[in-house]
């Protein structure tokens, strides 16, 4: 294939070199958002008298020809061209001849690719918000029915207060409606189109940039066309707001992958999201958590590429942008292979409530409201924590626990313990009495199911 830009050249490039420049192996996945752009801009080129009016129908109904084949595998890409972009153009230009060859008018590669990018990007982004909320519903599902499914929770990896599993099912909603609005605020900044910016400096034909935007579902145009053809600050900003939802996920499956361990044994994982051992035939691997808890690190790598790439770019575009591609497709489709697989996965596993009772009922997480009873009672928080600590010291003494340990011994660190203690520091007491707003009791965690019902239906 004769390179577009052959004219100036006496030689033809190296097939090393060539091979090195190409990028269709991974961009020809845009070839959708390259014909919907080119059609919009043969539109506009008719309509302003740039090319004449036939030309633009016939290669807005041949462009048409080309999308449908593609679909349809009835037309291949060709390896062998540079990119999509002169691909789709020669395809043109062999279908039709020299009426092809106006397409490229009043616009470059540069703003093409820009366009493509976005309107390809904004699709995924909206397929990565769906699939979110799909994990949402999980995590909802999940929480209405254990909302008062007592647990330990912790700090440090300690056992720390009685929580709910509905609650902690819930904070992890919570994270997840902010990668939503995350999200859709990156793809908000990035709804502005580049085409029309040309190579950098905007062109000399009379173009309605506004009526090519407008067709293809932007805002307005890019205000500056040396900004229009150079910004990938959207490809930054995803690729952020994929890694910050795989930092989340990774937290859930660390967790996943702790509470299925014989050592906690919270929850069983499905079969069908579980392998099994070589060697050991008694083992059942979380391997679907671990594997994107190893994933995460995938998408870090990605971020930390693009914002590399661009750190040492001069205005306006420059080759290094083609690496801008390989690097958030791969974000994208890793997140939403992982987000995929996270949502049955959650909704298939079964929680063992008895066991998560039994872990609380250790470790002495009711110490805070011992020492909230003697506070209510009129003594000073801190006294009162030191009282309560030297309570958890004799019991580990004593090999027993503050609902065990005798009235007498209560006694003999303050006189305000009376009979109420036990019922003060009794589980359920302690998980119904967290009434703060947010908190962990029941009526608590149905007002956080009802607020993210209401996000998810809203947004």
């Not at 950098?200 to 309605?208: E, F, I, R, S, V």
């Not at 005798?406 to 006694?411: D, N, R």
Request: glycine content about 6%; hydrophobic content about 40%.
């Amino acid at each position: 294939m004769e390179k577009m830009w052959a004219g100036r050249f006496a030689k033809e490039l190296d097939a090393a070199a060539n091979d090195f420049n190409s990028s269709i192996r991974f961009d020809s996945k845009m070839f959708r958002e390259d014909i919907r752009g080119s059609m919009a801009h043969a539109a506009m080129l008719g309509a302003k008298g740039i090319i004449p009016t036939t030309s633009s129908e016939k290669i807005i109904e041949t462009l048409g020809e080309i999308l449908a084949d593609l679909e349809e595998g009835t037309l291949d890409f060709d390896m062998n061209a540079e990119d999509i972009h002169m691909f789709i153009e020669a395809e043109l230009t062999k279908r039709i001849g020299d009426i092809g060859k106006q397409l490229h008018t009043a616009r470059s590669r540069n703003d093409q690719v820009a366009l493509d990018l976005k309107m390809y990007m904004k699709t995924r982004t909206d397929e990565v918000i769906a699939l979110v909320k799909e994990l949402m519903e999980a995590l909802l599902m999940l929480a209405k029915e254990h909302k008062g499914v007592i647990m330990p929770g912790y700090t440090h990896l300690q056992r720390a207060q009685p929580v709910t599993f509905g609650h902690h099912m819930m904070a992890y909603a919570m994270m997840f409606s902010r990668d939503i609005v995350r999200l859709k605020n990156a793809k908000a900044l990035m709804n502005t189109s580049p085409l029309g910016s040309c190579a950098l400096a905007g062109t000399t034909y009379d173009t309605d940039r506004d009526m090519v935007a407008a067709e293809l579902g932007f805002d307005g145009v890019a205000l500056n066309s040396l900004d229009g053809v150079s910004d990938r600050d959207y490809c930054v900003e995803l690729s952020s707001c994929f890694a910050i939802i795989m930092m989340h996920l990774s937290r859930l499956c660390e967790e996943i992958i702790m509470w299925s361990s014989w050592e906690f044994k919270f929850i069983d994982l499905d079969d069908s999201y579980s392998t099994g051992s070589s060697i050991m035939p008694q083992k059942k691997n979380p391997d679907m958590a671990e594997l994107i808890r190893g994933k995460t690190g995938r998408v870090y790598g990605d971020l930390m590429g693009i914002l590399t790439v661009l750190k040492g770019i001069p205005l306006a575009y420059n080759k290094d942008m083609q690496e801008d591609k390989e690097s958030i497709f791969d974000s994208v489709e890793t997140v939403s292979a992982c987000l995929s697989i996270a949502t049955p996965m959650l909704a298939t596993m079964r929680v063992n409530k008895e066991n998560m009772y039994r872990a609380a009922s250790g470790g002495f997480i009711n110490a805070t409201d011992c020492a909230d009873y003697l506070v209510k009672k009129g003594m000073p928080f801190r006294t009162a924590y030191k009282i309560v600590g030297q309570s958890v010291a004799m019991c580990i003494a004593e090999k027993t626990t503050l609902e065990e340990l005798p009235l007498e011994k209560y006694k003999e660190m303050s006189e305000l313990f009376d009979e109420d203690i036990y019922e003060a520091i009794n589980l359920e007491t302690c998980v119904a009495k967290r009434i703060s707003k947010g908190g962990t009791n029941v009526a608590s965690v149905e007002m956080q199911i009802e607020y993210i019902e209401s996000f998810l239906k809203n947004s």
